[in-house]
């Protein structure tokens, strides 16, 4: 089988647990969530589709990790929505390269292939997690573009493992924004449940993707503000 390759490039996760550390993303095309404020809308928005998507086989996705990132640095596979693809044969090829493989899914179908990470991002709003999705995430991201969207997405976690960290990320314009609303939702969150974390996708600050020449630079004006590029 071929994945349709989005982009590819190599930077630093910018948020969650693995905050700071180098990765490899590998972004799948193709999602069924059509969140609203989606910043990887060229992965299925009508306006934002590239002229053409690359396939590439889970051989030649290895080589070029191998090729482009050194040794010691992960992968995340995200998209898009990653988990609609057969993961493994993948995910095989870069645990024989002795690398680490991290999914980002919104989590609405079954995972296959052996990840060593999954970060759950619930779109309650659309398609909701599967429960044995939830039951496998070793962290959860809550995107909150309005107050209420951190009880609906916390409703969608029964069966979370109890040692996943939850956080709650302001969504990327409300962050720009210093939206109070949503930022002192979190505060009041994190202050009343004390698993939960308050996030922040510092790659939004520093633009470390932008460096890669295989990651796409287009200006797509979903959850931000195109003049800034994002
Ligand atoms: S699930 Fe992710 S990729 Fe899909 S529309 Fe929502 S934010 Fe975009």
């Given amino acids: 089988m071929k994945y349709p390759v989005y982009e590819r490039f190599y930077t630093w996760q910018g948020e969650g647990v693995h905050l700071g550390r180098a990765a490899y993303f590998i972004r799948l095309y193709g999602c069924p969530q059509a969140c609203p404020w989606c910043d990887s809308a060229g992965t299925w928005h009508r306006d934002y589709r590239p002229d053409s998507v690359p396939l590439l086989s889970a051989q030649e996705l290895s080589e070029a990790v191998q090729q482009e990132a050194p040794q010691g640095a992960f992968v995340v596979l995200t998209g898009g929505e990653p988990i609609l693809f057969d993961l493994a044969p993948l995910v095989t090829l870069l645990h024989a390269q002795g690398r680490r493989v991290h999914l980002e899914t ?45 009880a609906a997405g ?60 295989h990651s796409d630079k287009r200006l797509i004006p979903l959850g931000g503000q195109v003049a800034l590029g994002y």
């Avoid at 309650?124 to 991201?141: I, R, S």
Wanted: proline share 12%; aromatic share 6%.
């Fill in 106 to 150: 919104s989590g609405i179908a079954p995972l296959r292939g052996a990840v060593d990470w999954v970060t759950l991002s619930p779109k309650p709003f659309g398609q909701p997690p599967l429960p044995e999705v939830v039951a496998q995430a070793t962290e959860v991201k809550i995107i909150v573009h309005e107050p209420d969207d951190i």
């Fill in 154 to 213: 916390l409703a969608t976690l029964e069966g979370l493992p109890t040692d996943a960290p939850i956080w709650l990320h302001p969504e990327w314009s409300k962050a720009r924004d210093r939206d109070a609303g949503v930022l002192n939702a979190i505060t009041q969150a994190v202050k009343a449940d004390p698993r939960l974390r308050a996030g922040y996708q510092l790659h939004k600050l520093y633009r470390p993707d932008e460096l890669d020449p």
